[in-house]
């Protein structure tokens, strides 16, 4: 069956900080992969998708950047957080057009302080 | 773009009644809605999808209609329990989903 893992589960870094958050898919290829954000109080908002590896699709300009080194893993990075980076970035993986849904990882919340 | 427009005041239900979730779109009718159930603090969890040729679809105590003339998903859950407290998104999209804020479900026992 396919997981997906993400970690850390809870993060807390200072402004001017680096970041990276990391997911793994197991138990598929070639999945379509996504990074959402959801702030408090609002609804999930898309950050990244990526179709393939070394394809990343950005879909709101920010501080924020996204790889896809390997088909199964997607990584979230920031050279420098600022405070309103803070929420609960959620990684899924899904297939584009197949009327399956989405499957989320448990998500990393994200304090910069 | 496609908006979803989901009620942001909490639904407030007895246990054992029917709870009805309501998810509008505004512009182009999508091809399939999917309705997700979010707990505090953890990832959305995936419980139907509709096709727009669909009216109705049924997955245990859930039901999910599809309405394209009132660009409208109604999302209902028979013999509630206060499990089912959660919040509920809507969401629709080809390559990638847009998501509604949601509407929190409290079922009081």
């Known amino acids: 069956s396919q997981t997906i893992h993400q970690w850390p589960a809870t993060l807390v870094q200072p402004v001017g900080s680096p970041l990276s958050l990391e997911c793994t898919v197991e138990?598929?290829?070639?999945?379509?992969l996504y990074w959402y954000r959801q702030a408090a109080g609002r609804g999930l908002q898309l950050l990244f998708y990526?179709?393939?590896?070394?394809?990343i699709s950005s879909e709101v300009p920010q501080n924020l950047s996204a790889s896809r080194p390997q088909d199964r893993q997607f990584i979230l990075s920031s050279k420098k957080l600022l405070l309103s980076d803070s929420g609960f970035y959620l990684c899924?993986?899904?297939?584009?057009?197949?009327?399956?849904?989405?499957?989320f990882g448990s998500g990393t919340r994200l304090t910069v302080v | 773009s496609q908006k979803i427009e989901q009620n942001s005041e909490a639904l407030n239900i007895q246990e054992g009644k029917t709870a009805t979730l309501t998810c509008n779109y505004t512009?182009?009718?999508?091809?399939?809605l999917q309705w997700y159930r979010q707990d505090p603090g953890r990832g959305p969890v995936f419980l139907l999808l509709?096709?727009?040729?669909?009216k109705e679809k049924r997955k245990e105590r859930l039901k999910v209609t599809f309405d394209t003339t009132l660009k409208q998903s109604l999302f209902h859950i028979t013999a509630s329990q206060p499990a089912d407290s959660a919040t509920y998104l809507c969401a629709s999209g080809y390559s990638t989903l847009t998501f509604g804020k949601g509407t929190m479900l409290l079922v009081s026992p």
């Open positions: 512009n182009y009718s999508p091809a399939y």
């Open positions: 899924a993986w899904g297939r584009t057009g197949s009327g399956y849904g989405y499957t």
């Open positions: 138990g598929t290829s070639n999945p379509n």
């Open positions: 509709i096709r727009e040729n669909e």
């Open positions: 990526s179709v393939g590896i070394g394809q």
